[in-house]
T-cell receptor, first 116, second 111 residues
């Protein structure tokens, strides 16, 4: 089946630094990818929709200048958490749909971000 | 997306069938019922979806009531690996639709 990967699987960074998370569709092209955030013991919250070759669409309440999304190719979307703070510590998950039909979204394994 | 209601947690003995209920009384005519699960510290996994007929695949069965206001996900022979949070979601079909997750049901499979 379709596979979505994320890199890194976990990262620890210091407050004030920026962190980039990659989301790749390994065996299919994805013109759209979704980014979610999940705090401990909570459900996934959609942050933004990443569109290849155009600007991302952010959900209400998500700071677009803080969470920079780049979808430069049909297999790669990146999420950069700029000037990270401890409250940004979370589990970040991406997903990508297969093109056409009613194919489902395939989710990546997630990236655990800890900001110290 | 229509709102769903699920019990926060359930236990199931290993080897027995796990029946996970979901209420979605405000579902509209063109919305499907989807089920995903999330094993601890992993990304969600698609399980099954349906519109109004019962569906079965290699992972589970989905039973949707005739009025479509509720459904049940059935794992026929639960294993310890099925311990996860199960999310019932109603939405329009297609992978490009946003998926809005609720709080889900934490299923604990007990040896």
């Amino acid at each position: 089946g379709a596979v979505v990967s994320q890199h890194p699987s976990w990262v620890i960074c210091k407050s004030g630094t920026s962190v980039k998370i990659e989301c790749r569709s390994l065996d299919f092209q994805a013109t759209t990818m979704f980014w979610y955030r999940q705090f401990p013991k909570q459900s996934l919250m959609l942050m933004a929709t990443s569109n290849e070759g155009s600007k991302a669409t952010y959900e209400q309440g998500v700071e677009k200048d803080k969470f920079l999304i780049n979808h430069a190719s049909l297999t790669l979307s990146t999420l950069t958490v700029t000037s990270a703070h401890p409250e940004d510590s979370s589990f970040y998950i991406c997903s990508a749909p297969l093109a056409g039909g009613s194919y489902e979204q395939y989710f990546g394994p997630g990236t655990r971000l800890t900001v110290t | 997306d229509a709102k769903t209601t699920q019990p926060p947690s359930m236990d199931c003995a290993e080897g027995r069938a796990a029946n996970l209920p979901c209420n979605h009384s405000t579902i509209s005519g063109n919305e499907y019922v989807y089920w995903y699960r999330q094993i601890h510290s992993q990304g969600p996994q698609y399980i099954i979806h349906g519109l109004k007929n019962n569906e079965t695949n290699e992972m589970a069965s989905l039973i949707i009531t005739e009025d479509r206001k509720s459904s049940t996900l059935i794992l026929p022979h639960a294993t310890l690996r099925d311990t996860a949070v199960y999310y019932c979601i109603v939405r329009l079909p297609g992978g490009y639709q946003k998926v809005t997750f609720g709080t889900g049901t934490k299923l604990q499979v007990i040896p």
